[in-house]
């Protein structure tokens, strides 16, 4: 009985990209989180205490999600301009396209 269990395939968190609303698995995405003291800012490591929401590493989806405030909505705050700023100059270091 334990052969059959340790032969199951794990179960992978997906995630939903707030900027194109696709969902993928968690390892795909940039999680983008909201603190206790209501700073936003991107965290690499996914495991920051806070509010999160999941962004595609591509720039056309930050442009999408910082567009209308989409990442505000999904984080229940509204990001402070400088916070906003941060998220801009992160999403610029990142590939247009996939494979860019």
Same mark, same amino acid.
């Given at each position: 009985?334990?052969? $059959?269990?340790?032969?199951?395939?794990?179960?992978?968190?997906? =995630? /939903? +990209?707030?900027?194109?609303?696709?969902?993928? !698995? #968690?390892?795909?995405?940039?999680?983008?989180?909201?603190?206790?003291?209501?700073?936003?800012?991107?965290?690499?490591?996914?495991? $920051?205490?806070?509010?999160?929401?999941?962004?595609?590493?591509? =720039? /056309? +989806?930050?442009?999408?999600?910082?567009?209308? !405030? #989409?990442?505000?909505?999904?984080?229940?705050?509204?990001?402070?301009?400088?916070?906003?700023?941060?998220?801009?100059?992160?999403? $610029?270091?990142?590939?247009?396209?996939?494979?860019?």
């Amino acid at each position: 009985m334990k052969t $059959a269990q340790a032969l199951r395939p794990r179960r992978v968190p997906v =995630r /939903t +990209c707030v900027g194109c609303r696709v969902s993928e !698995g #968690k390892r795909g995405l940039v999680r983008v989180v909201r603190t206790p003291d209501g700073r936003v800012a991107v965290d690499l490591s996914g495991k $920051a205490n806070g509010r999160g929401a999941y962004v595609h590493e591509e =720039r /056309t +989806c930050w442009e999408n999600a910082l567009r209308g !405030g #989409k990442i505000g909505r999904a984080l229940r705050t509204t990001p402070a301009l400088e916070d906003i700023e941060a998220l801009r100059a992160f999403a $610029a270091a990142l590939p247009t396209e996939e494979g860019d």
